[in-house]
C-alpha cells in the first residue's frame, strides 16, 4: 500500500490540537479593516476548532497528524 501524501497547503493552515481536533484562523481580517469594527476585528484574531462537517475532509488532507 503507497503512502498518501500530506496536502502541504492544508498543513500550513490547520493544526492538531491534543484532543484530536483541528484549529484554525478566522476568515475577514486580511484588508478593508477601517468598516469593521473593534469587538469584531478582535474576535476575528482569535482560532477556533474545524466544523465536524469539514472534519472529515480536513483530516484526508493530513493523515500523519
Do not use: C, E, W
Not at 484549529?23 to 478582535?42: F, G, P, S, V
Amino acid at each position: 500500500m503507497p503512502k498518501i501524501k500530506t496536502l502541504k497547503s492544508a498543513s500550513k493552515r490547520f493544526k492538531k490540537t491534543s484532543s484530536g481536533q483541528f484549529k484554525r484562523k478566522r476568515a475577514n481580517l486580511r484588508h478593508i479593516l477601517t468598516k469593521k469594527n473593534k469587538n469584531y476585528k478582535r474576535h476575528m484574531k482569535l482560532h477556533t476548532i474545524v466544523s465536524k462537517n469539514d472534519f472529515k475532509k480536513v483530516k484526508l488532507f493530513l493523515p500523519y497528524l
